[in-house]
């Protein structure tokens, strides 16, 4: 059995969300209750907004189009927990994550991978943002707001 490529330290975080007040959330399969928006890293030779459209099919089974998702051109580091590290190379300690979001229609029909996530759910800003695990994904939650047009 072949082993997966080590993950680069750089990653997308896209916000899914109705353009109501609403946040579509899913469930991590590797973590109980471990919510979160659609996460990833970037692939060698892959740009970032290519990051984030493809992390959106892989986690939801949407397809957007480019001009669909919205780049907040902002970014935060944070340490990566010591559970995920040994997916990185060997030292790396903190991945930089990049900002996006789309709105789409509730009634999107979602297709989650199941080895990756098993349950979805929208819910309203302010429960989204205490829902879910990562404190750079409760910021981008609550900054929603701002990126809005």
Not at 13 to 20: K, S
Not at 67 to 76: A, C, F, K, L, R
Not at 117 to 146: C, G, Q, R
Request: glycine share 4%; charged share 25%.
């Amino acid at each position: 059995m072949s082993q997966k490529p080590l993950k680069q330290p750089i990653s997308v975080l896209v916000v899914l969300h109705d353009g109501n007040g609403n946040i579509l959330l899913i469930k991590r399969a590797d973590y109980q209750n471990f919510w979160q928006s659609v996460t990833g890293s970037i692939e060698p030779d892959e740009q970032l907004i290519e990051t984030a459209i493809r992390e959106v099919y892989e986690e939801t089974g949407i397809l957007l189009p480019d001009t669909q998702i919205i780049d907040w051109n902002e970014s935060s580091q944070y340490e990566i927990y010591q559970h995920w590290r040994h997916r990185y190379p060997e030292g790396v300690t903190h991945n930089t994550e990049h900002v996006f979001s789309a709105k789409i229609s509730r009634n999107s029909p979602i297709k989650l991978n199941p080895k990756e996530h098993t349950a979805y759910d929208w819910m309203p800003v302010k429960e989204a943002a205490d829902k879910v695990f990562s404190p750079s994904n409760k910021m981008a939650i609550l900054n929603l707001h701002k990126h809005l047009f």
